[in-house]
């Protein structure tokens, strides 16, 4: 990581801003789920995180419009019961990304996160294309997803959309915004 902190450094002059991502999930609940899940789990979502930050921070305290944004899941605030050991990463990884923006507030760094609800992805492609019952097109299949999941805006996100959520909190146009967790779910957030 610190040979792509050093290459990007060279090839750019500087970092201003630190995406990270860590996606997937476990499915399974509790009895189910194996310790080896819950280490993974642990180890993608959050050293995702923190492998980046040490090795892009001292580049990023150079920069005076410096950002680290976590893409996270609704997961953080809404645990699903069939998704205990994401959940709990998830729930891990806004608690340390709120701790990171006080930390680096002083060096200069804001650091934010956005929560994602369904997202249009590789993933939801890939149980389309499995589904046993082929009679719905993939808008139908989605939009029945979203009406059974509660999600209001009666669909699932585009890809497009937390992107830009992630570029504003990236960019100096959130330059009084720290700690924030934006949520981009379509409204099916259950938390205040």
């Not at 305290?61 to 410096?66: F, V």
């Not at 299949?141 to 699932?156: E, H, N, Q």
């Not at 937390?162 to 960019?171: C, E, H, I």
Request: charge should be positive.
């Amino acid at each position: 990581m610190r040979a792509f902190a050093a290459a990007v450094a060279a090839r750019f002059g500087g970092v201003d801003m630190l995406i990270n991502n860590a996606g997937q999930g476990y499915v399974a609940h509790f009895a189910d789920t194996p310790r080896e899940a819950w280490l993974h789990e642990a180890e993608l979502k959050l050293f995702g995180v923190i492998n980046p930050v040490k090795a892009f921070q001292s580049l990023l305290e150079a920069s005076d419009i410096a950002s680290i944004t976590c893409v996270n899941s609704l997961l953080a605030l809404q645990p699903e019961e069939h998704m205990i050991a994401t959940s709990a990463a998830r729930a891990a990884l806004l608690n340390m990304t709120l701790t990171l923006s006080k930390e680096l507030v002083d060096k200069g760094i804001r650091v934010n996160s956005i929560l994602l609800g369904m997202v249009e992805s590789g993933q939801w492609q890939r149980r389309f294309e499995s589904r046993s019952d082929k009679s719905q097109s993939w808008q139908q299949w989605t939009a029945d997803i979203a009406r059974k999941r509660g999600i209001p805006m009666a669909r699932l996100g585009k890809p497009q959309e937390p992107a830009q959520a992630l570029l504003f909190l990236a960019s100096p146009l959130a330059s009084f915004t720290t700690g924030a967790a934006l949520d981009v779910s379509g409204g099916f957030c259950r938390h205040l």
